[in-house]
């Protein structure tokens, strides 16, 4: 009998650290979210980057804010003008595309240049850096049903200081983030809101499945010169 309970208590144990090693340490698989994280428990990535890049603001991340109503409406203008153009975005663009089930609407370069210049300015007046370079604002990101956006940093070459737009949803899908002291925080960000965050040091993702069918987005990044 005591063997019995012993080998099923063995059995548990490995099983336990066999599923905590595989979600703790492939950062493809980094979707168990927790309050509040230990440095040892971020992907490798994560730490790669907290290693050379600073911190450069206190959190990580600034709240919802309202884009500028007119940006907006030209936004969503083009998104729905353009519906007819979109695509699904190729799986092998991105490691974080493979459980993604969207598509893009390609924006062009005059609305391009207004989403860049208007959040290079509000990304220098939330971190006080002024040699800002924008790397990066490919399109409105359309997630469909059960998406998911495992937890993860942005490329640190890249993508050091960025923005979320939301332009339309028809559910709510909670961006999960967390701060410099690695506590879990919760977004939701409404259609017409953006949040500005550290992208190569604050681990963030929507890692629960889109139960809506639409949650558009776009990206903008930056890097510091
Ligand atoms: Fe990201």
New binding site residues.
């Given amino acids: 009998m005591f063997i019995c309970i012993l080998i099923a208590f063995l059995v548990i144990v490995t099983l336990v650290t066999l599923v905590t090693t595989k979600l703790f340490n492939n950062n493809e698989n980094f979707t168990i979210s927790k309050e509040q994280l230990t440095y040892n428990e971020l992907p490798s990535e994560t730490k790669e980057a907290l290693n050379i890049i600073p911190k450069f603001t206190s959190k990580g991340f600034t709240e919802p804010k309202k884009l500028d109503d007119k940006l907006y409406d030209k936004i969503y203008k083009f998104y729905k003008n353009n519906y007819h153009k979109a695509y699904a975005e190729n799986k092998d663009e991105s490691k974080?595309t493979k459980k993604f089930n969207n598509i893009i609407i390609k924006l062009d370069d005059s609305i391009i240049n207004e989403i860049t210049n208007n959040f290079m300015n509000l990304i220098k007046s939330w971190t006080k850096i002024e040699n800002l370079e924008h790397t990066s604002t490919f399109g409105i990101r359309e997630y469909k049903k059960n998406s998911i956006?495992p937890l993860?940093?942005?490329r640190k070459e890249t993508?050091i200081l960025?923005a979320i737009i939301n332009i339309e949803q028809d559910k709510e899908w909670d961006l999960e983030i967390y701060d410099h002291d690695l506590n879990r925080h919760l977004i939701s960000l409404k259609p017409g809101e953006y949040i500005l965050y550290e992208?190569a040091t604050c681990l963030?993702?929507r890692p629960t499945n889109f139960k809506g069918n639409k949650y558009a987005n776009i990206?903008s990044h930056f890097k510091i010169n």
């Fill in positions: 974080y956006l993860h940093t942005d993508h960025s992208s963030h993702g990206f």
